[in-house]
């Protein structure tokens, strides 16, 4: 179970979690993915993705926290832009009904996102969670990009086994290669200007 502000019944969440897991997991794999062409040109630390940093558990855990948990709600936008791919031209599939985010490749999981971005426009005939909440979806497809781009770079990864707990019970237990494939050295003990430099 992942640590919320919000009561939880865990009983659901248990049912659902392995469901918004998958989903999650394909999620940060399309927009952070591993990348070997570039680790044979840079060497073995830029090979790594999303995945590997474990930023699916930083969305949910994410998401779970805004004013409302939400990483249910984001996991049917998703669903239903997944299946609207292949509804409205992009394919010709009549068997919808078995179309999720989390199982369809990857160039299909970058068109059901950008699919979220033009929710406002949407014709009446769409599924009523974009019509009725269009400024909603717009916001989520931000915070799916924002955050998980977030996540990947900043501690997250290094609070090792901690990074599960409340915020006040982690500890950077080391640093995250995402920090080394960009060369950050690591959080400041303070302004430069103010150190003793003696």
Do not use: C
Not at 25 to 33: E, G, R, S
Not at 37 to 54: K, N, R
Not at 60 to 76: D, H, K, R, T
Not at 130 to 151: A, C, Q, W
């Amino acid at each position: 179970m992942y640590w919320t502000f919000f009561p939880q019944n865990s009983n659901i969440e248990n049912t659902n979690m392995l469901y918004i897991i998958n989903t999650f997991q394909a999620l940060v794999d399309t927009i952070i993915p591993r990348t070997p062409l570039l680790a044979q040109e840079y060497g073995l630390i830029q090979y790594y993705g999303a995945l590997d940093a474990d930023i699916d558990q930083y969305m949910i855990i994410s998401l779970q926290n805004l004013f409302v948990p939400s990483a249910g709600y984001a996991v049917e936008i998703l669903d239903t832009a997944a299946r609207l791919v292949y509804t409205e031209g992009y394919e010709n599939n009549p068997q919808t009904d078995e179309i999720s985010f989390s199982n369809i490749p990857p160039e299909k999981r970058l068109q059901a996102l950008e699919f979220l971005l033009m929710a406002s426009t949407f014709p009446a005939s769409y599924p009523g969670i974009f019509m009725d909440y269009s400024d909603l979806v717009l916001y989520i497809y931000g915070y799916l990009n924002r955050s998980t781009m977030f996540g990947y770079y900043s501690e997250w990864f290094g609070y090792g086994n901690t990074r599960l707990l409340p915020p006040e019970q982690r500890l950077l237990e080391f640093y995250p290669f995402s920090w080394e494939q960009i060369d950050y050295p690591g959080p400041s003990l303070g302004y430069h200007a103010l150190r003793n430099t003696t």
